[in-house]
């Protein structure tokens, strides 16, 4: 959400900013006029407001005298009538105004590169050492289904398409993985949060989700509630400060939180089909950071180090690419997506978006503190996957499988499979 103040002192920026994200700046002018009339309107309410009050004196004045005073009373009645439908209108005004900048996606950092998709997107770091498996691999579905923990018939059949049943020791290594993720990022100042995973409209409005991306949600289907099944964590996580006002003796607000997630991928037919990419449901384990306007960047850092601190353990290979402007999301200012090798497909594929949102997302959910002057202030809010548990699953079935279709367990989650090594076929 943007201050309309901001954009009309600086229309010029904005529209040259939001144009690198392939977006119709049009909007632009169409809220600066809109605004126009709305001030317009308000200053004309605001006069006969004070035109009311000069006559109403001089009612009391003439009513004093025992004069009469009809037709100034009428006067009164006809100029508050004419302030009513004003009000009314500026309701509509107001509305609209509100409506056309929720769609306004959040003005990007200086150093986002300009781009039009993720080919224009830039490597900003990278690490781990790409295994030498000496045969062909396979990847991860065909590695699930031989060893009979995958099956992807059984969730087709109870759910639909996108769905998966896992079986045994990946059922096991699944729930392992997010026990693994919570532990690391607790130990590490991170606070545990298990939130609802149905959501309302406002709370989904305040993270960016709504009004834009609703296709992408799955809507409870119930006459008297507006709820939703949460498409990741940071929903109810970042509303969990929405409409406060406090102090900012509490900052850093830093939250980890592991949630199934609901996503009905409607922009995505044919793409990622197979497999456990990209899932209805699927688990993640969620980030989330509420800080200090001037703590934003080093908070971003630091939760970019969070999330690959994971894939060093696993010893996984991953890079970190600094999302361009017309590939980065609808709430970032900016964003670095993590990628993790899969060697069935000689390439990275990301496991983590980690977002700094700036105050967009605070100023839809109405996020505030007091800064040291006293005054309040909007918070930034900071986003990203530490990490997606499904991702994460698929990168170690097939970086750590072995000729004959079994899967090593990585030494770290060791541990949480009672001593573990290997899996092996059902």
């Known amino acids: 959400m943007h201050d309309i103040k901001f954009i009309e002192e600086n229309i010029d920026f904005v529209r040259a900013n939001l144009s690198t994200r392939n977006f119709d700046v049009t909007i632009i002018e169409q809220v600066i006029e809109l605004n126009s009339k ?55 005004f107001k509305s609209e105004l509100g409506n056309m900048l929720a769609t306004i996606p959040n003005i990007l950092a200086k150093d986002v590169p300009t781009g039009s998709s993720e080919q224009d997107n830039k490597e900003a770091i990278k690490g781990g050492k790409i295994r030498e498996l000496g045969f062909t691999p396979k990847d991860h579905v065909e590695l699930g289904e031989k060893l009979g923990m995958l099956d992807f018939e059984a969730g087709a059949k109870i759910s639909g398409a996108r769905f998966v049943v896992y079986k045994g020791a990946l059922a096991r290594l699944e729930r392992c993985l997010i026990n693994f993720m919570i532990d690391q990022h607790t130990a590490n100042g991170y606070l545990e949060i298990l939130p609802p995973f149905i959501v309302n409209a406002s709370s989904l409005f305040g993270t960016g989700q709504l009004p834009k991306f609703k296709e992408d949600l799955f809507r409870l289907d119930l006459p008297d509630r507006d709820w939703y099944l949460i498409p990741t964590a940071e929903v109810p996580v970042t509303n969990l400060k929405r409409d406060e006002l406090f102090s900012a003796d509490e900052f850093p607000l830093k939250y980890v939180s592991y949630t199934p997630c609901f996503r009905s991928e409607a922009g995505s037919y044919g793409k990622d089909t197979r497999g456990l990419i990209r899932l209805h ?134 541990p949480y499979l009672g001593g573990l090594e290997r899996i092996t076929k059902i």
């Not at 001089?58 to 009469?68: A, F, P, R």
């Not at 939760?303 to 999301?329: F, Q």
Request: with cysteine; aromatic share 4%; glycine share 8%.
């Open 281 to 414: 449901q699927f688990n993640k384990v969620e980030l989330v950071n509420i800080v200090a306007a001037e703590e934003s960047e080093k908070a971003h850092d630091q939760m970019i180090e969070r999330a690959v601190s994971i894939l060093k353990l696993l010893e996984l290979p991953y890079r970190g690419m600094l999302l361009c402007s017309g590939d980065i999301g609808f709430s970032a200012r900016k964003c670095i997506d993590l990628e993790v090798w899969l060697p069935s497909q000689k390439t990275f594929r990301e496991i983590s978006s980690i977002s700094n949102c700036g105050d967009f997302q605070a100023r839809r959910a109405n996020i505030r503190y007091r800064g040291s002057d006293g005054r309040p202030k909007f918070a930034h809010t900071l986003n990203g996957s530490g990490l997606a548990v499904g991702r994460t699953l698929v990168a170690i079935l097939e970086n750590y499988q072995c000729e004959d279709g079994s899967i090593e367990i990585p030494k770290v989650l060791r």
């Open 38 to 92: 709305r001030k317009e309107l308000t200053l004309q309410v605001e006069t006969v407001r004070g035109e009311i009050n000069k006559t109403s004196r001089q009612v009391g004045e003439l009513k004093k005298k025992g004069e009469n005073a009809d037709s100034l009373m009428q006067k009164v009645a006809e100029m508050k009538k004419e302030i009513a439908d004003g009000e009314m209108r500026l309701e509509v």
